[in-house]
């Protein structure tokens, strides 16, 4: 196969047969699976854990699925350090205020 060109197989975009096949019997009874899933997600009678279900299955289609990241390097915690210290010295200086008192 040459680099970059497409030498032999089915057309780009040509779905599969199966996946064809599907959507022919699909098609054929009139079911829209995505209304479905649509329909369950919103009708308030149904269950919250399956509407939930069907409405992350819906965001699939629309937003992107976001792909772990890892993070490599040293990890400072230097805020919480100097959160640490100035709560200590607000502390500190309310005491200190309360004995002068």
């Known amino acids: 196969m040459a ?5 032999g197989g089915r057309q780009k975009g040509t779905p599969n047969r199966p996946s ?3 959507r022919d019997i699909l098609v054929k009874m009139k079911c829209e699976p995505i209304e479905g899933i ?3 997600a919103m009708d308030e009678k149904n ?6 279900r069907m409405y992350a299955e819906l965001a699939s289609f629309v937003y ?4 772990a990241v890892e993070v490599s390097g040293e990890v400072q ?6 959160l640490r210290e100035a709560r200590q010295r607000v502390l500190n200086a309310a ?3 309360q004995v002068a008192a």
């Open 64 to 67: 992107p699925k976001r792909k």
């Open 38 to 40: 649509a329909r369950i």
């Open 95 to 97: 005491r200190s205020r």
């Open 47 to 52: 269950p919250p854990d399956l509407r939930g």
């Open 3 to 7: 680099k970059g060109i497409k030498t």
């Open 20 to 22: 064809a096949d599907v």
């Open 77 to 82: 915690v230097r805020l919480a350090d100097q």
